[in-house]
């Protein structure tokens, strides 16, 4: 007799859950053994990224079976707000999307449409074919699919924050999540994420999300920056990311242990040191 499966508890039950703020990482990394080695570090939540890392379906699916069973949420987000896309991402077994470059209301219900089913949205039904329904063994699948789903979008530029309100309103929109560097980015200010005007509209949108009844999260990898917008009313934040760790703590052994060689210029000579 084949085994009878239950999906796992999605982010926003998570979200709604937790009696402090939830904070995770990225895993860009591509590797399903990184992805593992950060799930067991005891952080609340995990970003699996393909839209500015190495990740396809391929990866991300061995990324999912590695980390299933450790206690942290995994949220994927992928390269585009699409509804292909994201039929294949939950086909896969993907439970939590962060969708990324969402602009108003209408982007915000196309996204929250490509994870339900008919009559509700657009998702494409071929469910026994899936890991998402365990090839037919999570019952009634079909019928709960929505409840399996959760839909974070991703607020990141001028225009977003300007609709921050209608996009929040949207039906389905489980939590929206700040990214300070394209919102600088967007408006003027590229790399300078902590600039006033950033941190302002960052904060903006978090008290629309409280009065809205819907968490926000935030990315914020200076702890400072991260300890002020969790003051600020942030439910989730990531404070850092696999590939980030690996560059800046191999740096610092190359640092410790291997003399510094000073740049010689045209004419010069190391004397001139």
Sequence with gaps: ??????????????????????????????????AEICAGAGLDWLLID???????????????????????????????NDTVVFKQYLDLGVQNLLVPMVN??????????????????VRGVGSSLARAARWNRVPDYLARASQTVSVTVQIESEAAVAAVE??????GVDAIFLGPADLAASMGLLGQQEHPEVRAAVEHCIAAAKKAGKPAGVNAFAPA?????LDAGAAFVLVGADVAILARGSEALAAEYIPRVPVVGPGETPASY
């Design 104 to 121: 108003s209301a209408a982007e915000a219900e196309a996204a929250v449409a490509a994870t339900r089913y008919p009559p509700h949205g």
């Design 1 to 34: 007799m084949p085994l009878r499966v239950e999906p796992d508890a999605t982010f926003r039950d998570a979200l709604a859950a937790a009696d402090r703020p939830l904070a995770g990482m990225w895993v860009c990394s591509g590797s399903p053994l990184v």
């Design 166 to 171: 209608n996009i929040l309103a949207v039906d």
């Design 50 to 80: 393909a839209e500015h890392s190495p990740n396809g379906l391929e990866s991300i699916l061995a990324q999912l079976q590695a980390v299933h069973g450790y206690p942290g949420h995994v949220v994927v987000r992928p390269p585009v």
């Design 225 to 229: 920056t991260a300890r002020a917008y």
